[in-house]
């Protein structure tokens, strides 16, 4: 199992700047990619960002140029810095690791954060 401890949600007027974290403990070997998604309420849950185990992002158009992901060098803690938000970026927030083992897929989610941009 891993465990996903999700923090540094909050209130941010527009144009503000927000840090999420994410630390991964437990089965935390032969992770495949870490990320975050955010759902609105009355929407699904979508992509934010993600990064593999070798580096790679990815981003949804939609915050692409204004989010960043990255992580520490032990690979068990995942950032995504947000800035220039807008209210539209208002989600719960839930971070995402995915791990392959013997070629099957297994996917962990954190407890989710609030976000709120205030306009």
């Known amino acids: 199992q891993v465990r996903l401890v999700e923090s540094g949600g909050g209130l941010v007027q527009a144009g503000g700047s927000l840090r999420l974290s994410c630390a991964a403990s437990?089965?935390?070997?032969?992770?495949?990619?870490m990320g975050w998604y955010r759902q609105a309420p009355g929407k699904q849950r979508e992509l934010v960002a993600t990064?593999?185990?070798?580096?790679?992002?990815n981003y949804a158009d939609s915050v692409k140029g204004r989010f960043t992901i990255s992580r520490d060098n032990a690979k068990t803690t995942v950032y995504l810095q947000m800035s220039s938000l807008k209210p539209e970026d208002t989600a719960v927030y839930y971070c995402?690791?995915?791990?392959?083992?013997?070629?099957?897929?297994?996917?962990?989610w954190g407890q989710g954060t609030q976000v709120t941009v205030s306009s």
């Open positions: 995402n690791v995915n791990r392959k083992v013997f070629a099957v897929l297994y996917d962990y």
């Open positions: 437990g089965s935390i070997f032969s992770i495949n990619a």
């Open positions: 990064i593999t185990s070798g580096g790679n992002t």
